[in-house]
């Protein structure tokens, strides 16, 4: 009597049949045991499944809870900076902080750009800072994935090419965006911190009398 274990494969389900197989006219076949199982997948999860990647409920739950934090942390921080712009006049309740009018594409990154070597309005400035703060960078030497093109951003040849050409991230940033429209990487949180100590000492120059050590200390970490 041969014991044999089935199983038919679907993008969906699984079907399976535990069966005894007669090698004799004595012996009688017969089923022991059948099922399937039904898998409710998203459709992500159906390709990941038909590539043959792992899956994982509890990773999955473990991502969208750390985008969720990282969300709530990243709108405490734009909230304490917002708080801190207005107290020292940068903006007012009736600031618009969103690009506004006709081609305004780019108008932040290229005020961002500009603000490391030229003189810009307190106003362009403030929402100056809130770009920088809007991504703090990562601090370690991973390749960060690019989602929407499918590659692996390589955080160290950012960074050499900052050095090498002398950028900050902003102004390295608006180069890949004239050139290519496509995608902004991440950067090195100390490149993101040099970026703002650009932008910082050069704006001091214009207005030494509001961008004080002070105000200099209450924007660290924001």
Same mark, same amino acid.
């Given at each position: 009597?041969?014991? +044999?274990?089935?199983?038919?494969?679907?993008?969906?389900?699984?079907?399976?049949?535990? $069966?005894?197989?007669? /090698?004799?006219?004595?012996?009688?076949? &017969?089923?022991?045991? !059948?099922? $399937?199982?039904?898998? #409710?997948?998203?459709?992500?999860? @159906?390709?990941?499944?038909?590539?043959?990647? #792992?899956? &994982?409920?509890? %990773?999955?739950?473990?991502? =969208?809870?750390?985008?969720?934090?990282?969300?709530?942390?990243?709108? !405490?921080?734009?909230?304490?900076?917002?708080?801190?712009?207005?107290?020292?006049?940068?903006? &007012?309740?009736?600031? #618009?902080?969103? /690009?506004?009018?006709?081609?305004?594409?780019?108008?932040?990154?290229?005020?961002?750009?500009? %603000?490391?070597?030229?003189?810009? %309005?307190?106003?362009?400035?403030?929402?100056?800072?809130? %770009?920088?703060?809007?991504?703090?960078?990562?601090?370690?030497?991973? =390749?960060? $994935?690019? /989602?929407?093109?499918?590659?692996?951003?390589?955080?160290?040849? $950012?960074?050499?090419?900052?050095?090498?050409?002398? !950028?900050? *991230?902003?102004?390295?940033?608006?180069?890949?965006?004239? @050139?290519?429209?496509?995608?902004? *990487?991440?950067?090195?949180?100390?490149?993101? @911190?040099?970026?703002?100590? &650009? +932008?910082?000492?050069?704006? =001091?120059?214009?207005? #030494?009398?509001?961008?004080?050590?002070?105000?200099?200390?209450?924007?660290?970490?924001?």
């Amino acid at each position: 009597m041969k014991r +044999i274990l089935g199983l038919d494969l679907g993008t969906n389900s699984i079907g399976w049949a535990l $069966v005894n197989e007669a /090698e004799n006219e004595i012996e009688e076949s &017969s089923i022991v045991k !059948l099922g $399937v199982r039904v898998n #409710p997948l998203s459709i992500d999860e @159906k390709i990941n499944f038909e590539k043959g990647r #792992p899956l &994982s409920t509890n %990773a999955d739950r473990t991502q =969208k809870r750390g985008m969720r934090r990282n969300l709530q942390r990243y709108k !405490l921080r734009r909230k304490a900076l917002i708080e801190i712009l207005k107290e020292y006049h940068f903006i &007012s309740d009736e600031t #618009p902080l969103t /690009e506004i009018g006709k081609n305004t594409t780019y108008q932040t990154l290229s005020l961002r750009a500009l %603000a490391a070597t030229e003189k810009i %309005a307190l106003e362009d400035l403030a929402k100056v800072l809130l %770009a920088i703060n809007k991504k703090r960078g990562y601090r370690s030497s991973r =390749k960060a $994935v690019n /989602e929407e093109e499918g590659q692996a951003i390589d955080g160290m040849e $950012v960074a050499k090419k900052l050095y090498d050409q002398n !950028l900050t *991230p902003g102004q390295y940033a608006l180069q890949i965006l004239q @050139k290519e429209g496509k995608y902004i *990487p991440d950067f090195y949180r100390s490149d993101l @911190k040099m970026e703002f100590d &650009s +932008i910082w000492l050069t704006q =001091k120059l214009f207005y #030494p009398e509001i961008l004080t050590q002070e105000l200099y200390k209450e924007l660290q970490d924001k």
